[in-house]
């Protein structure tokens, strides 16, 4: 079954303590993108990947890295999680951008909450 | 740099209501847009799309969009909700090799 996978999907942390959600999908997608989704602010992009080790800042990068080592894994790193970083985190994948309406698809979502 | 703006933060309706759904973009070049849908507690999922050709979208479950290029403007409608249709809408735009950037939203409730 095609899909996009994201782990854990609950996460209770505290301030400071490093942390990785892994994401993967099994698509073979050459874009892979990072949102945190916030009541009222809707979906805000971190970061963004078009291809292996090819990454891009989105709107919010802002205590956040990723990486791209293989096609198929998007983690997205908080090196030193603060409470505004507590949020609803989609990661998502399309096979490109651009030249076409590719859909993206969007994994399950990872609730973190930083106290 | 491309926006997005959905007018409508939360819309209320009776079943068998007609909906519409505001969403204007930004950027004047070639677009493909998208409406997604996320219903309570679950993750984005694409109702339809646009690239080109007819500028009559139609997609999943009853609902439709048409592009009005004048007017920038990628509206979402459906003749008659159901209860089901509570959900979060989202409209989304991408112009050519950029990241797809987002709309904040429009929360349907659907009443009965």
Known sequence: EAQVTQNPRYLITVTGKKLTVTCSQNMNHEYMSWYRQDPGLGLRQIYYSMNVEVTDKGDVPEGYKVSRKEKRNFPLILESPSPNQTSLYFCASSLSIGGGPYEQYFGPGTRLTVT | ?112
């Open chain 2, 1 to 112: 740099a491309q926006s997005v703006s959905q007018h409508n933060h939360h819309v209320i309706l009776s079943e068998a209501a007609s909906l519409e759904l505001g969403c204007n973009y930004s950027y004047g070049g070639t677009v493909n847009l998208f409406w997604y849908v996320q219903y309570p507690g679950q993750h984005l999922q694409l109702l339809l799309k646009y690239f080109s050709g007819d500028p009559l979208v139609k997609g999943i479950k009853g609902f439709e969009a048409e592009f009005i290029k004048s007017k920038f403007s990628f509206n979402l409608r459906k003749p008659s909700v159901q209860w089901s249709d509570t959900a979060e809408y989202f409209c989304a735009v991408d112009s050519g090799n950029t990241p797809l950037v987002f709309g904040k939203g429009t929360r349907l409730s659907v009443i009965a």
